[in-house]
Nanobody, 121 residues
Framework: QVQLVESGGGLVQAGGSLRLSCAASGIIYSINSMGWYRQAPGKQRELVAAITSGGSTNYADSAKGRFTISRDNAKNTVFLQMNSLKPEDTAVYYC???????????????WGQGTQVTVSS
């Protein structure tokens, strides 16, 4: 079973930057889509950014111009560079990977455990 391990969350002042990382473990041949979602207290989980294996990206309007998603296919890792952070970016950030082709089969819609990002004003 594949696992996604996130790192890089923390506390930062408004205007600061953080870089999140998420690595998929296991004998993986390919991952179709990887992305970052976030969930603030009392709100639904929402897409922040996603990237396909070919490098096509999709961003939430709130992330455009401030966040950059990238991935290292060889290491099955996805990154989220977050700049100009705002207090409203405070949330638990979750890594997601979809259609993971592994040595024994395929897994769909796998989530990481989440990492807290807190932006102080």
């Amino acid at each position: 079973q594949v696992q996604l391990v996130e790192s890089g969350g923390g506390l930062v002042q408004a205007g600061g930057s953080l870089r999140l990382s998420c690595a998929a473990s296991g004998i993986i041949y390919s991952i179709n889509s990887m992305g970052w979602y976030r969930q603030a207290p009392g709100k639904q989980r929402e897409l922040v950014a996603a990237i396909t294996s070919g490098g096509s990206t999709n961003y939430a309007d709130s992330a455009k111009g401030r966040f950059t998603i990238s991935r290292d296919n060889a290491k099955n890792t996805v990154f989220l560079q977050m700049n100009s952070l705002k207090p409203e970016d405070t949330a638990v950030y979750y890594c997601n990977a979809d259609k993971i082709i592994m040595s024994w089969g395929t897994e769909y819609n796998v989530w990481g455990q989440g990492t807290q990002v807190t932006v102080s004003s």
